[in-house]
């Protein structure tokens, strides 16, 4: 079984900011890639952010110089610092993880969304 637990959405005003976080538990032995999606009502789910062990970083073009995606390896832990929100940003934010449980296997595993509300 692996768990994938987000949390730090909420509602912020334009301008504002929100950290986002996503721990991942259970039975595996290495997580590789983590990321963040959005889906927003009658949109399909967007890739945010995503960042593999090589520690690069991916961006949707919407979000860069605005959200920085980061990780702690020794929690398994993926943030999602969110700065200079804006009301297209709302969204039902998404943690992905793909770990690896049987050498060579990859699987992947999401959270249930956290909700994220821009509104003045």
């Known amino acids: 079984q692996v768990q994938v637990v987000e949390s730090g959405g909420g509602l912020v005003q334009p301008g504002g900011s929100l950290r986002l976080s996503c721990a991942a538990s259970g039975s595996f032995f290495w997580v590789n890639a983590m990321g963040w999606y959005r889906q927003a009502p009658g949109k399909q789910r967007e890739l945010v952010a995503t960042i593999p062990n090589d520690g690069t970083t991916n961006y949707a073009d919407s979000v860069k110089g605005r959200f920085t995606i980061s990780r702690d390896n020794a929690k398994n832990t993926v943030y999602l610092q969110m700065n200079s929100l804006k009301p297209e940003d709302t969204a039902v934010y998404y943690c992905?993880?793909?770990?690896?449980?049987?050498?060579?296997?990859?699987?992947?595993?999401w959270g249930q969304g956290t909700q994220v509300t821009v509104s003045s």
């Open positions: 992905n993880v793909r770990v690896m449980r049987t050498f060579p296997a990859e699987s992947d595993y």
